[in-house]
């Protein structure tokens, strides 16, 4: 038998021992998951909640909350292809009512739930590993029946699971309780999210945030038909950032609801209020008194002199082109946009240059003008960019599509989508465009951004909603000044003419 031979005859071998081998591989993950699925849920009690809890396949390695009908909390908590769900099952009543009257259980409350979670984790970990490794056996044997295959099968579910064990323990992040996804009723977003300024300045640890989130859940399901008052945080102020409603109607309906539901103190429109700008459209903005609060409005492309002159005649706007006010204990800066460009064979960015330019040029007068501000709002994100290092916070929109950025002088921006769903140019595309809006809470002293809500509602009006909490690491870093000699803000970036 020559070498050629010999070589085809080892292919072969290694071939099919590849193959039984990747055969008896997936084998064993089907039967392990299996197992983990039919055998390894448990019921724990946790303070005055009675929850279960799972694992389940999960690329992006998460924890989700379910608390139904109220809606559901996802916590980024660590990197690995399981995730762990909690079901609400019920309230312990006697539990739930010692939470509500006595002060005392109160205090006990964090220990006693970081005590009682972890035991229910460590069943959790012990049951599923179990049930696992007697799944991949036994799928094992009834594939091959032959003892060798189903050890092997067995030895490699116990691999996979102890990775899968060290992947989440060296991924884990505890922290990641301050910041959740919700989704769910809008009415029932601030009592399960919880009070971002509370979660900032008063909770230290883990333990304690999962405490607020007990207490809520156990409030809310005690009053069963009423929600619970949301408790306005005094050392916070509650703004409401909107942009691009275009003319909708959803815009209204989403506003008052978080108004009112987060308790807002301002709201601030970031423009293109209107689609033509034309006096018809004038009526729309009567509206803004309504909301109870003061609306501050800066002018977008979209919106005209005449539409900001609308605004200013509502008793709680405040108009702000090229002009500073304080505003619910803020100190708010405005900037109306240059260019009216309704028409579409207008190019809107044909010209990011002269945009830039403007805004640095106003961004130097704001700081040799102006007392210091807070909060600086444009419409159009390329001269919100021009005033990094002149304020703590720059808000725009104009773009229909929500972003932030911490820009290197220590400014954060953040850009909204349209709280309108772009008006009707939510049927341009295939996906309606999402109703997007932001509720941001600043410190009532230092006036600086402690946390953030991205509210985004599905478009064409949907009734659920999707709210991700995002926490400020660094509220009091040092604001870097931009440059300090740049031409004066003469001329106007491309467009026509307001009307």
């Not at 005392?104 to 460590?122: H, I, T, Y």
């Not at 189903?150 to 992947?167: E, F, I, N, R």
């Amino acid at each position: 038998m020559d070498f050629t031979d010999w070589t085809q005859r080892l292919r072969r071998f290694a071939t099919g021992r590849a193959s039984r081998a990747v055969a008896v591989l997936l084998v064993a993950v089907g039967g392990a998951w299996l197992g983990i699925m039919l055998g390894g849920p448990v019921r724990a009690a946790v303070g005055p909640v009675e929850i279960g809890m799972s694992a389940e396949p999960s690329w992006a390695g998460e924890t989700v909350v379910d608390a139904h009908p109220l809606g559901t909390l996802l916590f980024d908590t660590h990197n690995a292809p399981v995730g762990l769900r909690i079901t609400l099952e019920n309230i312990n009543p006697a539990r739930a009512g010692a939470l509500l009257e006595d002060p005392r259980f109160s205090d006990q409350l964090p220990a006693l739930l970081e005590k009682e979670l972890s035991e229910g984790v460590r069943t959790l970990i012990l049951r599923a590993a179990l049930c696992g490794l007697a799944g991949a056996l036994i799928a094992s044997l009834i594939v091959f029946h032959r003892p060798g295959p189903a050890l092997a099968g067995l030895l490699s579910a116990a691999v996979l699971m102890t990775g899968t064990g060290a992947a989440i323990a060296l991924t884990f992040r505890p922290d990641s309780v301050v910041e959740p996804k919700y989704t769910g009723l809008l009415a029932g977003a601030p009592s399960l999210v919880g009070d971002a300024e509370s979660i900032v300045t008063k909770f230290e640890s883990y333990r304690v945030q999962l405490a607020k989130l007990v207490n809520n859940v156990s409030q809310l399901y005690d009053t069963v038909s009423a929600l619970p008052v949301y408790d306005s945080d005094p050392a916070s102020i509650r703004v409401l950032h909107v942009s691009d409603i275009h003319l909708s109607p959803i815009a209204w309906n989403l506003m008052h609801s978080v108004t009112a539901q987060f308790k807002i103190d301002a709201i601030v429109d970031t423009g293109d209020l209107t689609d033509h700008g034309t006096g018809p459209e004038d009526k729309f903005v009567e509206e803004i008194d309504s909301f109870g609060v003061p609306y501050v409005f800066v002018r977008g492309n979209h919106d005209s002199k005449a539409t900001q002159r609308a605004v200013a005649r509502q008793k709680r706007a405040v108009v702000l082109d090229d002009s500073a006010e304080t505003v619910a204990g803020l100190r708010i800066y405005g900037l109306g946009d240059p260019r009216f460009t309704p028409d579409k064979s207008v190019a809107v960015d044909s010209d990011p240059e002269s945009l830039a330019a403007l805004g640095r040029a106003h961004a130097t007068r704001l700081g040799q003008a102006f007392k210091p501000v807070d909060l600086v709002a444009v419409h159009d994100p390329t001269i919100a960019r021009a005033f990094s290092g002149a304020t703590p916070m720059i808000l725009a929109g104009h773009s229909h599509e929500r972003s932030t950025e911490l820009l290197p002088s220590g400014s954060r921006l953040l850009v909204q989508g349209s709280t309108g769903g772009a008006g009707l140019r939510a049927l341009e595309h295939d996906e309606p465009t999402p109703v997007a809006a932001s509720v941001l809470y600043f410190d009532r002293k230092t006036h600086r951004l402690q946390a953030w809500d991205d509210i985004t509602l599905g478009g064409l009006g949907e009734q659920s909603v999707q709210i991700e909490r995002h926490v400020e690491t660094e509220p009091g870093r040092t604001i870097s000044p931009g440059p300090t000699s740049v031409p004066s803000p003469t001329g106007s970036a491309s467009g026509t003419t307001s009307p």
